[in-house]
């Protein structure tokens, strides 16, 4: 029988509140639980999270500076901090901090997702490569890092690994257009254009407005011969592409 007298049967945690996206009332809630001593590193680092979500990220970093001064063996605090600065897009600190938190736990897959997507921003692909192989090692039904990964591979040339690397990822995410956009960019560039072409398609269906897909369409297009139905997926490319890019681009 719920004792309706106890307000901790009545109000919701403040992870119950962030997980529901209430953040200002899971932020209130986060500072009354802290105030009653229990646990307070592990609750800093749920309260830093909350922050991060609502784009408070300097509020976030001193969360997490306040939860590893508590447990300098908080991995979650670690990995956070990390994650804030992956944000901040201050990518060396970022690295010095998830590096920290896979001292403590190595299979600390998001801290190897992120890790990858850190040094992918600073051009390394083949370290970026690595760090989501090593996600995926300990998880390997995880479609962002399968996803991640084929970006980094094709950004080096290596398409057929691309594209083993999307198909991946399609068997658990068929539903995503920049999926098949850049499965399509990955088979053109090795000559596999009706491929291709039918990759640009699934992304459309998707997404009538996928940037890549229509932009590359045209192009094998026109290079068919095809040149009505080419100028078409052109001009609504650019029509759409006003203030836009369409470079591929890690998750």
């Not at 094709?154 to 991946?168: H, K, L, N, P, V």
């Amino acid at each position: 029988m719920t004792d309706k007298g106890n307000p901790e049967h009545n109000n919701p945690s403040a992870s119950d509140l962030a997980s529901k996206g209430r953040y200002h009332e899971a932020l209130i809630s986060f500072d009354l639980e802290i105030g009653r001593g229990v646990n307070p590193s592990s609750l800093l680092v749920g309260k830093a999270l909350t922050l991060d979500r609502i784009g408070f990220f300097s509020d976030s970093l001193e969360c997490c500076k306040r939860a590893i001064k508590l447990d300098p063996r908080n991995i979650d605090a670690w990995f956070i901090r990390g994650l804030t600065f992956y944000y901040l897009s201050q990518t060396d600190t970022a690295l010095e901090c998830l590096d920290h938190a896979l001292a403590l736990d190595p299979d600390h897959v998001e801290a190897w997702f992120i890790r990858g997507n850190c040094l992918y921003q600073r051009e390394n692909l083949e370290e970026a490569i690595r760090s989501y192989e090593r996600a995926l090692d300990i998880i390997p039904g995880y479609p962002k890092a399968w996803y991640n990964r084929g970006v980094s591979l094709a950004d080096q040339g290596r398409f057929e690994e691309a594209i083993d690397s999307y198909d991946q990822c399609l068997a658990m995410n068929p539903g995503v257009s920049v999926i098949h956009a850049n499965r399509g960019v990955a088979l053109a560039a090795i000559g596999r254009l009706d491929e291709a072409l039918f990759a640009f398609d699934r992304a459309l269906a998707l997404d009538p407005g996928d940037l890549t897909a229509l932009n590359n369409k045209g192009i094998i297009l026109s290079r068919q011969g095809r040149d009505g139905e080419a100028m078409d997926c052109l001009e609504r490319a650019r029509k759409i592409a006003r203030g836009k890019d369409f470079l591929r681009r890690v998750w």
